[in-house]
Each structure stands twice: as structure tokens, then as C-alpha cells.
């Protein structure tokens, strides 16, 4: 078990480009969330899987955001046309549902828009 | 929709002593779990302890406790024998039942505790 990792763990865009992040949850844990947390506040979700199907999405996942988890193992995050509203740390959480719920959080991707 | 609020924005405790992290949280819901996170500084964040709305009983992990009153909604975590290690952003977390239907996490805003030797 080597937990939930996530790639990059920085990145650094220009206001519009595009990006894509990739989350991978701990094997077998068909539960996969994100979330994003800009400084000072607690995580504020985004939307989450339950193997490939995306069963929730947040209000704050705008058109502009896009989640994707194609075989039911690793999920991107993709934002185009960056603002400089989208910097923050973008998490990802993985559970498994026989295990009380508790989900395990990667240690984040750290976006900053310039 | 569910709240939860933390009111201590930061608190500080000598090593060794104890220190309670307030957090209340609304809901109409009557069934749900409550969380408490740990996030120490760049690192991950990890759960320190789980309570079950059902369960009447106070939850314990270690030097780690919870005073949940269901009633006044509110689940404050208490950790004592403070030690330097526990110094880091703890965030308390609400999360509806499996009939409740959605599984995502609703978080405070946080509380930074600082441990002093």
C-alpha cells in the first residue's frame, strides 16, 4: 500500500493555458474524490467517482473543469483556459466503502496561475 | 445544505498539556458521520479520528478524543499529553450516511494549533 500519489505535485501555468493533473488512489479503492483548498480554507469538494462512473459534481467544478477516471484505477483533473481564481491546492482522496468511509488524501497538486 | 464551522482559527498549547478544538456543524440530516483531520505543514492530510452520529458513545483513539453532543451539534476534539509532532492544521469534517446519499467530505475552515516545548 503506498498510498495516494499525485502528479505534478507543482505547477506553475500562464493564465489560459490548459492543465491536467493525475491522481492515483490506493489499489482496490474504488472510491476516488477531489477537492481544492485555497489558503486558509478547508477542503472544498469537487466531485468523485465511485469506480468509472462520476456520481457527484460540485457547483464550483465550472465547464471549464473536466474529471476523467477512464478504467476505474488512476483520474485526471483538467482545467482550461487557467484563471488566476483556479490557484490552489487541488486534492485527491481515495476510500474504499467497507472501510467506514474514511477517505486517504494524496499530498495534493499545488496549482499557481501568474 | 450542511455547515461546519471551527471558531478557532488558531490555538496554541505547552507540550504535554492538553487543548480542546471546538467545531459545530448544522444539518437536518440525523444519520452522518464526523471527522477530524490532521494536516501538518506540506504533508498530507490524515484522519485522527472518526465519530458515527448512531453512536451514543464518544469516540477515542490514543491521547485523541471527541465530545460529541449531538444535540447541540457540535464534536469538539481533545488531545492531551500535547507532543511537538501534533502541531499542524486540524479540520473538522462532516459527511453524510450511505442513505444519506452523497459520500463527499464537508470541511471548516480549520484550526492551526501550535505545540510549544
Known amino acids: 500500500d503506498t498510498g495516494v500519489s499525485q502528479d505534478p505535485r507543482h505547477k506553475i501555468t500562464k493564465r489560459g493555458q490548459n492543465v491536467t493533473f493525475r491522481c492515483d488512489p490506493i489499489s482496490e479503492h474504488n472510491r476516488l474524490y477531489w477537492y481544492r483548498q485555497t489558503l486558509g480554507q478547508g477542503p472544498e469538494f469537487l466531485t468523485y467517482f465511485q469506480n468509472e462512473a462520476q456520481l457527484e459534481k460540485s457547483r464550483l467544478l465550472s465547464d471549464r473543469f473536466s474529471a476523467e477516471r477512464p478504467k476505474g484505477s488512476f483520474s485526471t483533473l483538467e482545467i482550461q483556459r487557467t484563471e488566476q481564481g483556479d490557484s490552489a491546492m487541488y486534492l485527491c482522496?481515495?476510500?474504499?466503502?467497507?472501510?467506514?468511509?474514511?477517505?486517504?488524501f494524496g499530498p495534493g497538486t499545488r496549482l499557481t496561475v501568474t | 445544505a450542511q455547515t461546519v464551522t471551527q471558531s478557532q482559527p488558531e490555538m496554541s498549547v505547552q507540550e504535554a498539556e492538553t487543548v480542546t478544538l471546538s467545531c459545530t456543524y448544522d444539518?437536518?440530516?440525523?444519520?452522518?458521520?464526523l471527522f477530524w483531520y490532521k494536516q501538518p505543514p506540506s504533508r498530507q492530510m490524515i484522519l485522527v479520528i472518526r465519530q458515527e452520529a448512531y453512536k451514543q458513545q464518544n469516540a477515542t483513539e490514543n491521547r485523541f478524543s471527541v465530545n460529541f453532543q449531538k444535540a447541540a451539534k457540535s464534536f469538539s476534539l481533545k488531545i492531551s499529553d500535547s507532543q511537538l509532532g501534533d502541531a499542524a492544521m486540524y479540520f473538522c469534517a462532516y459527511r453524510s450516511s450511505p442513505q444519506g446519499g452523497s459520500e463527499k467530505l464537508v470541511f471548516g475552515k480549520g484550526t492551526k494549533l501550535t505545540v510549544n516545548p
Open positions: 444539518t437536518s440530516e440525523s444519520d452522518y458521520y
Open positions: 482522496a481515495s476510500s474504499l466503502e467497507v472501510s467506514h468511509y474514511e477517505q486517504y
